[in-house]
C-alpha cells in the first residue's frame, strides 16, 4: 500500500465524517437562526418585561409573568430534586453493593427514558386530583422535579466520580469516617462540577412542557401564582396555546419572540454550566 | 469512587479495649500472622507471618507484585477482606473499638505518590484532627509534626499557603506531618521516596529516622541502598509471600535464600 494511496483513503473517510456532520451542525444553526429572524420584530425589552396584566395576556402585552413562572417552577423542581439527587449518589458510592450499583443505573437510565407526559398524568392522578392540591405551583414543580431526578443523579454521580480514588484514600488513611470524607472531601471537591449538573438540570426543566401541561399552567386568567397552591403560567405553555392561534400573524410573531426567549434562556443556564466546568478544569 | 464499608461488619460489643494487653506488649508492635488476601479470585498474599518491634525501622523490599502495597493496606484496615490475624499492640484489629477508621487513626499510610488537600498547609496538617482537645493545641501540634517531617523551616513563614503551591518532596513530607499529626501509635509508609530527588529523598530518609526512635515504621521500597541506610530489620517478599527476614546487615550481606540473593544482586525473581 503506497503513501498516496493512504492519503486518497484518509481524504475519502475525511470527507464522508464531514458530510455526515455538517447537516447535524447546519440544521440546528437554521432552526437557531429562523426562530431569532421570525422573532426579530418583536423582540425588545418591553416585551420581556412587560407583565400582562390585562385581557390580552401575553398576546398583546409583555411576556413577564410566563418567564418568571417558568423560572419559579425550574428553581423549585431543582431544589427539591437535589437533596434527594445527592443523597442518592452518596448512597451509591457509599453503601451499595456492587449488584445495587448496577440496579440503581440500569433504574436511572430506565427513568430518564420515560416520556415526560407520563409523570405529568402521574401528577395529575395523584397530586392534583387525589392529593387534591390541584393544578398548582407545587404540583407542577413536584412533578418536574420526578422529571428532572435521574438526571440530576447521574450529574451527581459523574461529578463525584470524576475526584480521584487517591483522596478518598488519603482521607481514608487519615482515619476519617464516610460523613467527613462527605462534608470534609467530596462535597468541597466537586462542589462545582455539582453546580453544573443543577445548571444543565435547570436548563432542562425550562424545555419540559407536557409534565407541567396538566399539573401547573393555565392558559389565562393568572399573572403570578398567589400561593403554593396556584396555578403558574410559563413561557412553554405560552407558546404552546399561542401556536395555536395560527391564523393570526401577529400571535404568531409574539409565539416566535417566546420560543426566542425561551432559547435564550436555556443557552444562558447551558453557558453557565460550561463556564463553571472551566473554572473547574482551571 | 467507592467507599466500600461492606467489609467492616465490626462485632461493636463486648469489644476488648484497647488497653488489652498481650504478654509481650511491651516489646511487639505488631504481631501479624498467617495473613492472606485475594481479590478477584487473584491470592495477593499468603502466610505472611512476622512481628515488629516497638520502636525502628522495618524495611520491605521485594519485586513488583510482591504484595508489598496490599500488605501496608491490610495492616492500615485499607482491604479489610483478608483472612489471617493482625495485632497492633496485642489487640486485634477486628476488634479495633471504633472500627477500622479507628485503626487507620493508629496505624498511620503515607502513599507513594503525595495527596495534599486542597487547603492551606497548615489546614492540610490538621485535616485529621478530629477532637476539641487536639484542634485547641491545633498551632503547637502543626510546628510538631512539621518539625518530625523537616517541613518546620521551609513554610514556617507561609503556613496560610495553599499546600499544592509545595514541591513534591515538600508535598510528600506534609503527608507524613499530616499523618504524624494524628499520633498514629504506627507509620506505614508505601516507596515515599519514589520519584524524588536526591534533596528530598535524604531528608525524608533523616525524618524517618528520627521519627522511628519513638515509633515503629514500615518502609516499603525498591531501593535496597534505602533499606539499608534506614538500618533495622529487612523483609523481602515475593508472589505474596515472606521469602526471608532479618536484620538488614545480614540479610544483605549473607541472604539464606537463593531468592534474595538473586534479588539483592537484581537477577529477576523467580519464586516457583
Known amino acids: 500500500m503506497n503513501l498516496s494511496h493512504l492519503q486518497y483513503r484518509d481524504t475519502i473517510s475525511k470527507s464522508i465524517v464531514w458530510l455526515l456532520a455538517i447537516p447535524a451542525l447546519l440544521v440546528p444553526t437554521i432552526i437557531l437562526g429562523y426562530i431569532f429572524w421570525k422573532a426579530a420584530p418583536v423582540l425588545d425589552w418591553n416585551f420581556i418585561s412587560g407583565a400582562a396584566e390585562g385581557i390580552g395576556f401575553g398576546v398583546t402585552e409583555g411576556i413577564f409573568a410566563q418567564l418568571l413562572g417558568s423560572l419559579l417552577l425550574a428553581v423549585m423542581a431543582c431544589v427539591m430534586a437535589a437533596p434527594f439527587a445527592l443523597g442518592t449518589a452518596l448512597y451509591y458510592c457509599i453503601y451499595a453493593s456492587s449488584r445495587q450499583q448496577r440496579l440503581l443505573i440500569a433504574m436511572f437510565n430506565m427513568l430518564q427514558g420515560i416520556p415526560p407526559i407520563v409523570f405529568g398524568l402521574c401528577g395529575l392522578v395523584v397530586l392534583v386530583n387525589l392529593f387534591s392540591w390541584g393544578v398548582s405551583l407545587l404540583s407542577g414543580a413536584v412533578v418536574l422535579a420526578m422529571v428532572l431526578l435521574p438526571l440530576l443523579v447521574l450529574n451527581t454521580l459523574a461529578a463525584l466520580e470524576r475526584i480521584p480514588l487517591k483522596y478518598t484514600e488519603a482521607g481514608r488513611a487519615l482515619g476519617l469516617d464516610s460523613s467527613d470524607i462527605i462534608w470534609r472531601l467530596w462535597l468541597p471537591r466537586s462542589w462545582l462540577n455539582l453546580l453544573t449538573g443543577l445548571l444543565l438540570a435547570m436548563a432542562r426543566a425550562l424545555s419540559e412542557t407536557a409534565p407541567i401541561m396538566f399539573t401547573a399552567t393555565v392558559f389565562s386568567g393568572v399573572v403570578w401564582p398567589d400561593s403554593l397552591f396556584s396555578p403558574v403560567t410559563t413561557l412553554q405553555t405560552h407558546i404552546f396555546y399561542l401556536a395555536q392561534e395560527g391564523n393570526d400573524s401577529q400571535v404568531i410573531s409574539i409565539a416566535w419572540g417566546s420560543a ?5 434562556l436555556v443557552a444562558v443556564f447551558g453557558l453557565l454550566a460550561r463556564v463553571l466546568k472551566k473554572l473547574e478544569a482551571d | 469512587m467507592t467507599i466500600d464499608p461492606r467489609h467492616e461488619n465490626f462485632q461493636q460489643e463486648a469489644l476488648p479495649s484497647f488497653d488489652t494487653v498481650s504478654p509481650n506488649r511491651e516489646a511487639i508492635a505488631l504481631q501479624v500472622e498467617r495473613l492472606g488476601l485475594q481479590l478477584d479470585g487473584k491470592v495477593i498474599l499468603q502466610e505472611v507471618s512476622f512481628s515488629l518491634p516497638v520502636k525502628g525501622v522495618t524495611s520491605v523490599i521485594g519485586p513488583s507484585g510482591a504484595g508489598k502495597s496490599s500488605l501496608l493496606r491490610c495492616l492500615n484496615g485499607l482491604l479489610t477482606q483478608w483472612s489471617g490475624s493482625v495485632a497492633v499492640n496485642g489487640c486485634d484489629t477486628r476488634q479495633w473499638r471504633g472500627g477500622w477508621d479507628q485503626l487507620r487513626r493508629h496505624v498511620g499510610l503515607i502513599a507513594q505518590k503525595p495527596v495534599v488537600f486542597n487547603t492551606s498547609i497548615r489546614a492540610n496538617v490538621c485535616f485529621g484532627l478530629k477532637s476539641w482537645r487536639q484542634r485547641r493545641h491545633a498551632d503547637e501540634l502543626v510546628e510538631k509534626s512539621l518539625r518530625q517531617a523537616a517541613l518546620w523551616d521551609e513554610v514556617k513563614d507561609r503556613l496560610n499557603a495553599p499546600a499544592t503551591t509545595l514541591s513534591m518532596g515538600q508535598q510528600q513530607r506534609l503527608c507524613i506531618a499530616r499523618a504524624l499529626a494524628i499520633k498514629p501509635r504506627m507509620l506505614l509508609l508505601d516507596e515515599p521516596t519514589a520519584s524524588l530527588d536526591p534533596h528530598s529523598k535524604q531528608l525524608i530518609e533523616q525524618s524517618m ?25 529487612v523483609i523481602f517478599m515475593c508472589d505474596g509471600r515472606i521469602i526471608e527476614q532479618g536484620p538488614g546487615e545480614q540479610l544483605f550481606a549473607q541472604p539464606q535464600r537463593i531468592e534474595t540473593r538473586e534479588f539483592i544482586n537484581w537477577s529477576v525473581c523467580d519464586c516457583d
Open chain 1, 260 to 264: 426566542a426567549v425561551l432559547v435564550l
Open chain 2, 209 to 233: 529516622l528520627q521519627i522511628a526512635e519513638q515509633t515503629p515504621l514500615v518502609c516499603v521500597t525498591h531501593d535496597l541502598a534505602q533499606a539499608q541506610r534506614l538500618q533495622g530489620s
